[in-house]
């Protein structure tokens, strides 16, 4: 069975949150299995099931029930997830979420939407609703997905009504009244599913200050990410996982990535041999991909440094090698 993963950053958004409400960090950390070095890399995977257990030991430490629901109220997406950055530099709100929809799985996998996006728009009765299709056995992902809409909407547009009711599956809880203070609308608990009745003009609302090379640069780097998701449970996938991030610095020993991994060199070394692969071709792969998907977005000059190319004829030599044209022709 695959394991599900949410995001380094995610995972530490959570962690410091509980620990700034009182819960001892250390303890924390025990009570998960998880070290510091495990999530300093904000694109690195943490268990699914190891964020839930740090979520119970937090709820257990600070006394706070709607842990989950203030969360958002705390942390802002674009500080947690390259997610919240490609989300804030598209250029309208409907953009965004189909942003969100592409990537959300960079953050956190669930289960139970295989078949369409995570967060869905559904018209009902001459009403627009947004569901979350989550359907993990972990109803605080949700209230926490719903918040994150809620607060960031009220933190950069706080005289625009965005959700006008809500509509949650689980059972009215004795902290019911932080669900409307936090959701900022009425809450129907035991309802038949998990969704906001939103206002319909909001898709439209335009993003304030959309940076559109942000955006580009954001969105190569994030389908890197996704695929890498995909294959995460192969070597190579793991791999990539690790290079990615630190692909612009140049820095990319095959020693510092198996000790990454907890391997030896030669491990590290068989089990690429056995996916029929070396390190060397896919260090070479992940640059012709990833300089593809910038070059689509960013200057030569730029993609070469994202790549790790400190001169940019040593990268026109190599993507002239990867794909028989230089970077200048394929830009134009």
């Not at 996006?117 to 009902?124: A, D, K, M, Y």
């Not at 949650?168 to 019911?176: D, I």
Request: net charge neutral; hydrophobic share 45%; charged share 25%.
């Amino acid at each position: 069975m695959v394991q599900a993963t949410v995001s380094g950053g995610f995972f530490k958004g959570l962690l410091e949150f509980a620990a700034s409400l009182g819960a001892d960090r250390a303890a924390l950390l025990e009570r998960t299995g998880v070290t510091e070095t495990d999530f300093a890399d904000q694109d690195a995977r943490i268990p699914l099931e190891r964020y839930k257990a740090l979520y119970r030991a937090g709820q257990e430490m600070t006394g706070e029930p709607a842990l989950a629901l203030k969360l958002p109220e705390a942390t802002r997406f674009e500080q947690i997830s390259i997610v919240g950055l490609i989300c804030q530099a598209a250029d309208t709100m409907g953009g965004a979420l189909k942003q969100l929809n592409r990537f959300s799985r960079l953050v956190v996998e669930v289960d139970g939407v295989s078949d369409g996006p995570r967060f869905q728009l559904t018209p009902r009765n001459g009403e627009l609703w947004l569901e979350d299709r989550c359907a993990e056995d972990f109803p605080e992902l949700i209230e926490a997905a719903l918040a994150r809409f809620t607060c960031e909407m009220t933190r950069h547009y706080p005289d625009f009504t965005f959700a006008l009711a809500v509509h949650l599956t689980c059972p009215r809880p004795a902290h019911a009244a932080e669900y409307e203070r936090v959701l900022r609308a009425p809450v129907t608990f035991g309802a038949a599913w998990n969704a906001l009745r939103i206002e319909p003009s909001w898709l439209n609302l335009a993003i304030q200050r959309p940076n559109r090379y942000a955006f580009g640069m954001f969105n190569g780097h994030a389908d890197a990410l996704l695929a890498s998701l995909e294959q995460s449970k192969t070597t190579r996938g793991r791999v990539e996982a690790l290079l990615i991030p630190l692909l612009h610095t140049g820095e990319l020993a095959m020693d510092a990535v198996a000790t990454a991994l907890g391997l030896s060199r030669q491990t590290l070394y068989r089990r690429l041999k056995a996916e029929g692969v070396g390190f060397d071709q896919v260090l070479d792969d992940l640059r012709r991909r990833m300089a593809e998907t910038y070059l689509e977005k960013l200057s030569v000059n730029e993609t070469a440094y994202l790549v790790g190319f400190s001169e940019t004829s040593a990268f026109s030599r190599a993507f002239k090698r990867w794909t028989g044209a230089s970077p200048r022709g394929r830009k134009a």
